[in-house]
């Protein structure tokens, strides 16, 4: 190759690493609204496409680290993907570690810039569901037998880690009757099998019940009502 040729092929090269490397695109192309929704400590990334991204042809490329770590680790899984989601729940399974999220995507060869979470910790963040409930009648009165969400985390022997081993869970059950159409809670308290009694005959009565957490002073949305006949 003559040196005219190679000083040509040099520029080329050059005004085309600097055309990728500034194009609007490349900012444009960044995801937005980066996040973890954080639901009985499954952790989820989250994130929308840039404003140039929107298409079919964008991947996207996920990382993570704790809270003080330099080095991001590739989350293999989400390497390349189409969604605009990713199940870290894996890897951010100390509760009360604090861990940052980054995504980056890439259309047709031009990669955009990383686009960073806020700082996540699974304990203080994550959203806790409504309890699980049963309810019978039994000799006039309604037991009601409470149990709190499932956590993904398990112990040595494989089973999962109740929701109680990360916070102190109070319940509370309220009771609304058919007769009076007016609701009041009829108990409040950390024992998951709860006894009403002192019921008015032929009168349905509906349960509902939530979980709060007093060192966070948060609680669950209400669970379905469960509705049971007094004969």
Not at 55 to 69: D, E, L, M
Not at 144 to 172: C, D, F, I, S, W
Request: hydrophobic share 30%; net charge positive.
């Amino acid at each position: 190759m003559t040196p005219k040729h190679s000083l040509l092929g040099f520029l080329v090269s050059f005004l085309l690493t600097g055309v990728a490397e500034t194009h609007p695109a490349h900012e444009s192309l960044k995801p937005q609204r980066v996040h973890f929704q954080s639901r009985n400590f499954h952790n989820v990334l989250h994130w929308q496409p840039g404003r140039a991204g929107a298409g079919n042809s964008s991947v996207y490329f996920v990382q993570y680290k704790t809270y003080g770590q330099t080095q991001w680790k590739n989350k293999e899984n989400c390497w390349g993907i189409q969604e605009f989601f990713c199940d870290l729940t894996n890897e951010t399974s100390d509760v009360q570690e604090a861990y940052y999220g980054r995504v980056r995507t890439a259309m047709a060869g031009i990669p955009s810039g990383w686009t960073m979470t806020r700082r996540f910790t699974p304990w203080w963040e994550t959203k806790i569901d409504p309890p699980v409930m049963n309810v019978t009648q039994v000799n006039g009165s309604l037991s009601v037998v409470l149990r709190a969400p499932n956590t993904p985390h398990r112990n040595q022997k494989g089973r999962n880690v109740p929701m109680e081993t990360y916070y102190e869970l109070v319940y509370r059950v309220f009771i609304i009757s058919n007769s009076l159409e007016r609701e009041r809670k009829v108990y409040e308290g950390t024992h998951r099998t709860v006894d009403i009694e002192a019921l008015t005959p032929h009168t349905g009565y509906c349960v509902v019940a939530e979980i709060y957490r007093p060192m966070l002073d948060r609680r669950s949305q209400r669970s379905e009502e469960r509705c049971v006949e007094i004969p």
